[in-house]
């Protein structure tokens, strides 16, 4: 029956008998979808020519970014940027991508915050490693712009959805006050 409601183009499904909640909550879901906040996306890569052109094509799809070229100076960056995603390059110096990614999940703050790593390395054993470290995709330069937009942005709005799950508790659908409390506090930071 899910199957069928998917094929007729439905994008919930509720099992009877129906939690009036949750059906509340879903259709608020929806209709604030719109209205929602920008995703905001930030982009760490050496090459300063090449992070504008992908600063430029988030910006035309309505995300809020904000691109560097200097990875040592991530954390003032996070801290005041607050972003959803994060978008690495490997190889860049002072400090390479998987690197970075590594300390970034030693904070609390950023052990969940989505990592895609856009690099031009081709090496399997290199790309596993990035992904071992935390990171939750790796694309290969050059990319297509809409798969790009297409992977950023499911991403960040998957994280978005997981952090509202967390906001409520399972048993009670009452705020959580202590995972609550944490992201305010990280967005405060």
Same mark, same amino acid.
């Given at each position: ?17 129906? +939690? /009036? ?6 259709? /608020?879901?929806? %209709? ?34 904000? @691109? ?11 801290? +005041? &940027? ?6 690495? +390059? ?10 970075? @990614? ?21 090496? %399997?054993?290199?790309?596993?490693? @990035?992904? /071992?470290?935390?990171?939750?995709? &790796? ?16 991403? @960040? ?5 997981? %952090? ?18 944490? *992201?305010? *506090?990280?967005?405060?930071?």
């Amino acid at each position: 029956t899910r199957l069928a409601a998917y094929r007729a183009g439905s994008n919930e499904f509720f099992v009877k008998p129906l +939690d /009036k909640d949750v059906l509340t909550d879903k259709i /608020k879901s929806l %209709l604030n979808e719109g209205n929602s906040h920008p995703y905001r996306v930030l982009l760490v890569d050496d090459d300063q020519l090449l992070v504008q052109h992908y600063a430029t094509i988030f910006q035309s799809v309505g995300c809020q970014v904000c @691109a560097i070229s200097q990875p040592l100076k991530i954390i003032e960056f996070l801290v +005041d &940027f607050k972003p959803d995603i994060l978008l690495l +390059d490997v190889h860049m110096p002072d400090c390479n991508g998987i690197e970075l @990614a590594g300390t970034l999940r030693q904070h609390d703050a950023y052990a969940y915050m989505p990592i895609i790593f856009l690099s031009r390395e081709m090496n %399997l054993h290199q790309q596993f490693s @990035a992904r /071992k470290i935390g990171g939750d995709d &790796f694309l290969v330069k050059p990319i297509d712009e809409k798969y790009l937009v297409s992977s950023v942005l499911n991403r @960040a709005q998957r994280s978005r959805q997981i %952090l509202e799950l967390t906001y409520k508790d399972p048993m009670t659908g009452l705020l959580n006050h202590e995972r609550l409390s944490y *992201e305010l *506090e990280r967005l405060v930071r």
